[in-house]
T-cell receptor, first 112, second 115 residues
């Protein structure tokens, strides 16, 4: 069965600073990987996805993520964080059973 | 083009009552997923349905919980005899088919509080 680990429960960065959120997955085959964002009291919105091909994928809102098979990682990055990026971020893998398995999430706080 | 619609957004029940949560998928979507999010936790898969069929219910408790997605109308997640531990946000997601596997469109959730 697949699993996803997000090692950082909370991260605080200053506005304008760079951001990297970590994600490690476990899945036997080539994974389909996703990052979703959840604003308080809201549902989840897809930021970006990796299916195959170029290991660096671009998403919405200036986010990107890099798939590294050797490290089983799919870390999310943004060069300059905005206050509106404060939210909870979930990494997910789509695999067996045609379902998305989510990590525990990383809550991002942005300091002015 | 309306997104995934869930209602009620907030529901308060006393222990032992029934909770019924509804989800209307996006137009043209035939796959529905239900996830549960406990406070300060990630989303846990509960059940995956297609029209009139339960495809995978491995994440759903065997007792008190049931789900359906009838030919007409919304998908329903039903929780009988609720207990305090059922308090959570329940999210529905839909997808058109498997050509974009994993790309789910989420509703805003139904937040159940059990007193």
């Amino acid at each position: 069965a697949q699993s996803v680990t997000q090692p950082d429960i909370h991260i605080t960065v200053s506005e304008g600073a760079s951001l990297e959120l970590r994600c490690n997955y476990s899945y036997g085959a080539t994974p389909y990987l996703f990052w979703y964002v959840q604003s308080p009291g809201q549902g989840l919105q897809l930021l970006l996805k990796y299916f195959s091909g170029d290991t660096l994928v671009q998403g919405i809102k200036g986010f990107e993520a890099e798939f590294k098979r050797s490290q089983s990682s799919f870390n999310l990055r943004k060069p300059s964080v905005h206050w509106s990026d404060a939210a909870e971020y979930f990494c997910a893998v789509f695999g067996a059973g045609n379902m998305l398995t989510f990590g525990g999430g990383t809550r991002l706080m942005v300091k002015p | 083009n309306a997104g995934v619609m869930q209602n009620p957004r907030h529901l308060v029940r006393r222990r032992g009552q029934e909770a019924r949560l509804r989800c209307s998928p996006m137009k043209g979507h035939s796959h529905v997923y239900w996830y549960r999010q406990l406070p300060e936790e990630g989303l846990k898969f509960m059940v995956y349905l297609q029209k009139e069929n339960i495809i995978d219910e491995s994440g759903m408790p065997k007792e008190r919980f049931s789900a359906e997605f009838p030919k007409e109308g919304p998908s329903i997640l039903r929780i009988q005899q609720v207990v305090r531990g059922d308090s959570a946000a329940y999210f529905c997601a839909s997808s058109p088919a498997l050509q974009t596997p994993g790309e789910l469109f989420f509703g805003e959730g139904s937040r159940l509080t059990v007193l």
